[in-house]
């Protein structure tokens, strides 16, 4: 890891920028609210910039963490400010950064109380996730996991809906469960190891230098799978997630789909696989089941429900369902499909709470049966809910498509019947979601409110056309992520299975597929 800082300052200006702007915004005078709105704009969207240096400042042909700042905190216990970005944290950072000025926006004219404590709970939220993805020192880690907590239950508790107290209490609960097992799991490592720091304990593990007991490494692993899965949620841990959707404010669920829910299956991969690399790998057939039974207990639900905005919320039960999948499928296809599939989630089903949040907007109600027939009043935004929901069921040239794809050709590799079941799920999310559509705004107006409802308004237009635009990109341009997602994810499939290296065969097939190297032009092979 080398000397003192050696890439700048580039990630702690990611992670603390935010935190000046929402202290600049505290210390204003006065209630201006177009003034804090502008400001909160101008910092999230110099943040977004910022991150876009990180494309240019690291060369991610390899596996190691870039721009790398290191220095020391607190002496006892030897707590260190480690901060490095690699292939996998690279893109959760820009997905955050661009979502945030997105949230800002959609939030313009629906938050009209509080408005700048608001705007300072959703910098100080981005400060928390940016600083997850981007720690090094596990108390720096765990450190930045709870200050995204107290940000997120203020939105949900403060500017939601008429349970929002409900959701946000059971959503603080829920996330400090699982907390509380990571907590502990660190503190064994540290007495084990007498270090938080991540990349040294990886380093010990693959050396041998630290040999954890099965029993004990199995208990490791599931005290940070747990937390991650609450977080992701996995079945059956996901019952926070439909009330804290439904009841946050739209910025709300737009974070909370787009990034916060990734911290978990960013977590899996960079705690649970290269710390206790048995432990996963005796773990990860009930880990596929539980993935799986979120796969289609999610579509099922979803496909059942009379709220538009709880059913988006279980679509995202089942999508990240094939993220842990790709995950636990120990390939690295698998896993790039898993990184893609994060992102790619971010994008679509960030737009589709935005869309529910602008119909929300106008008529108050999420149910659909009080809907029908908008695409005639509201063509221009019922053609871009339309494309959202296409990407999101994975419509090849859109982005859903290509994480899915991947996963499972990676998944099949290993155990062709999980992603036989798995594949269930993109038939039915493509039920789900078009059922809906057509109920929203297809057949007559049968509510004479509906008949006079605005179309998108130039903000409105400018956010979806932002977001259709880089579900299209992402879709066709594909290779632009995986090639830098390929040495990283492949360094973490080779940390778990260290005695072997990468040789996937199809069953029945004597064919050795290609490496990493070749894999990282899947994408864009799979556009």
């Known amino acids: 890891m080398g000397s003192l800082f050696q890439g700048g300052h580039l990630l702690s200006i990611l992670i603390f920028f935010p935190a000046v702007g929402s202290l600049a915004l505290l210390l204003l005078r006065g209630d201006d609210h177009v003034?804090?709105?502008?400001?909160?704009?101008?910092?999230?969207?110099?943040?977004?910039?910022?991150?876009?240096?990180?494309?240019?400042?690291?060369?991610?042909?390899?596996?190691?963490?870039?721009?790398?700042?290191?220095?020391?905190?607190?002496?006892?216990?030897?707590?260190?400010?480690?901060?490095?970005?690699?292939?996998?944290?690279?893109?959760?950072?820009?997905?955050?950064?661009?979502?945030?000025?997105?949230?800002?926006?959609?939030?313009?004219?629906?938050?009209?109380?509080?408005?700048?404590?608001?705007?300072?709970?959703?910098?100080?939220?981005?400060?928390?996730?940016i600083g997850v993805f981007l720690s090094l020192d596990l108390f720096l880690f765990f450190l930045f996991w709870e200050v995204m907590l107290i940000p997120m239950a203020m939105l949900i508790g403060i500017w939601g809906h008429e349970r929002r107290i409900y959701a946000a209490v059971k959503f603080v609960l829920y996330t400090m469960a699982g907390s509380i097992l990571m907590l502990v799991g660190i503190i064994w490592l540290y007495n084990a190891t007498g270090t938080f720091d991540l990349p040294t304990i990886q380093q010990m593990i693959q050396t041998g230098t630290l040999v954890i007991e099965p029993r004990a490494e199995m208990l490791l692993f599931l005290a940070f799978f747990v937390a991650f899965a609450v977080k992701v949620p996995l079945f059956p841990l996901h019952t926070?997630?439909?009330?804290?959707?439904?009841?946050?404010?739209?910025?709300?669920?737009?974070?909370?789909?787009g990034v916060l829910l990734k911290m978990g299956t960013y977590g899996m991969i960079r705690f649970c696989l290269p710390l206790f690399p048995e432990a996963a790998r005796r773990a990860a057939p009930w880990v596929a089941v539980l993935a799986i039974i979120g796969i289609i207990y999610g579509a099922l639900v979803a496909l059942v429900q009379p709220n538009l905005k709880k059913l988006v919320a279980y679509s995202s039960v089942s999508h990240l369902g094939f993220v842990v999948l790709g995950i636990f499928a120990f390939r690295s296809i698998s896993m790039q499909g898993a990184v893609y599939q994060m992102l790619a989630h971010g994008i679509s089903t960030g737009a589709l709470f935005l869309l529910v949040g602008m119909l929300y907007d106008r008529r108050h109600t999420f149910e659909i049966s009080e809907y029908g027939g908008l695409a005639t009043p509201m063509p221009k935004l019922a053609a871009f809910f339309l494309v959202a929901a296409l990407a999101s069921m994975g419509l090849p040239m859109l982005n859903g498509f290509v994480g899915e794809y991947l996963v499972l050709l990676g998944t099949y590799q290993s155990h062709w019947q999980w992603a036989s079941w798995a594949a269930l799920g993109v038939i039915l999310s493509a039920c789900y979601l078009l059922w809906s559509y057509q109920r929203v705004f297809f057949g007559e107006v049968t509510r004479d409110k509906n008949k006079t409802l605005p179309d998108a308004s130039g903000r409105e237009k400018f956010i979806l056309v932002t977001m259709s635009i880089v579900m299209l990109w992402m879709g066709i341009g594909s290779v632009y992520f995986t090639r830098r997602t390929a040495a990283a994810s492949q360094a973490v499939i080779d940390q778990v299975e260290p005695q072997r290296p990468y040789e996937a065969r199809v069953p029945g097939s004597t064919n050795i597929l290609p490496d990493a190297k070749e894999i990282s032009a899947a994408g864009g092979a799979n556009r």
């Open 35 to 129: 003034f804090i709105r502008r400001i909160a704009l101008i910092v999230s969207v110099a943040e977004f910039l910022f991150s876009l240096l990180l494309l240019r400042g690291a060369s991610f042909t390899s596996g190691d963490y870039r721009l790398v700042e290191y220095g020391q905190w607190i002496t006892s216990p030897p707590i260190h400010y480690h901060l490095g970005v690699d292939g996998i944290s690279l893109f959760l950072v820009i997905l955050t950064t661009f979502l945030t000025p997105i949230s800002v926006i959609a939030s313009w004219s629906s938050i009209g109380h509080r408005v700048k404590e608001f705007f300072v709970m959703l910098l100080m939220l981005e400060v928390g996730v």
């Open 240 to 257: 926070w997630l439909p009330d804290a959707h439904v009841e946050a404010p739209t910025a709300g669920s737009v974070m909370l789909a």
